[in-house]
């Protein structure tokens, strides 16, 4: 028994090696000269940024964790940046929800894989890596500091619909009031909405960070090592 239960953890323990390979061959190449990563923990910035990682639960358009761990990092140019959004919005009566942050590439990956061709628009193609590869991306939305309720905004995160656009019209005058709120405060701090994607926000240096394939686990060892 000792010995089929060793057999099957040396097979799984191949299987999760060959993966990260193949996923690490399959980085698209980049040329050119890029910063060098800084990438940090935004509740480690600034606590009172509140994290909904659906990433590590099922409660996500896959259905299924892909993500070990709910943690959020940014390059740090874009973190500090956030942090004076989130200080911007308290003074409005809001804080900031994080959905998502930086993304290893090869989760990029099994997110164009399993997305239908006629909803890729909501996924990045890994050929070319997402902007959340390099850092310098973040998904999130608001809540209420009164009512510690997440606010409601014309359509849900990850809706692969039209209400999820930014300039979607349909919506209650009210989510979209707050839509804007988000919007403005973020572009006042040199983000980008990426338009499908009411929650989906580009910081402006992204093209200056190279793709990355870094699970959480080895940031935070890198980070440690640094110190």
């Known amino acids: ?15 999760i090696l060959s993966a990260l390979v193949q996923a690490q061959q399959g980085l698209p190449k ?6 060098q990563p800084d990438l940090v923990e935004l509740i480690k910035l600034d606590p009172s940024i509140r994290l909904d990682i659906r990433y590590a639960t099922r409660n996500n358009f896959l259905g299924r ?9 940014l390059q740090r140019p874009a ?4 942090m004076r959004v989130n200080a911007a919005l308290r003074q409005q009566g809001y804080g900031l929800i994080v959905f998502d942050g930086y993304r290893p590439w090869a989760v990029t990956k099994v997110f164009w894989d399993s997305t239908p061709e006629d909803k890729r ?12 590869n390099r850092g310098c991306a973040v998904d999130l939305t608001m809540f209420d500091l009164k009512t510690g309720q997440q606010v409601k905004m014309p359509g849900e995160y990850d809706e692969m619909t039209e209400r999820s656009h930014i300039n979607y019209q349909c919506a209650m005058p009210e989510a979209r009031r707050l839509r804007d709120i988000l919007r403005a405060a973020m572009e006042a701090e040199g983000f980008a909405v990426y338009e499908p ?10 093209r200056e960070y190279p ?17």
């Open 1 to 15: 028994m000792k010995s089929t239960r060793r057999s099957l953890a040396v097979l799984i323990l191949l299987t």
């Open 30 to 35: 980049e040329a050119g000269t890029f910063r």
């Open 65 to 73: 964790a892909v993500y070990k761990q709910a943690r959020a990092f």
């Open 79 to 82: 973190a500090e940046a956030l």
């Open 121 to 132: 628009e909501f996924v990045a193609n890994p050929s070319k890596g997402s902007r959340h």
């Open 197 to 206: 994607e009411w929650w989906h926000y580009d910081y402006k240096d992204w």
């Open 211 to 227: 793709i990355l394939n870094l699970s959480f686990k080895e940031i935070a060892r890198m980070t440690q090592r640094s110190r």
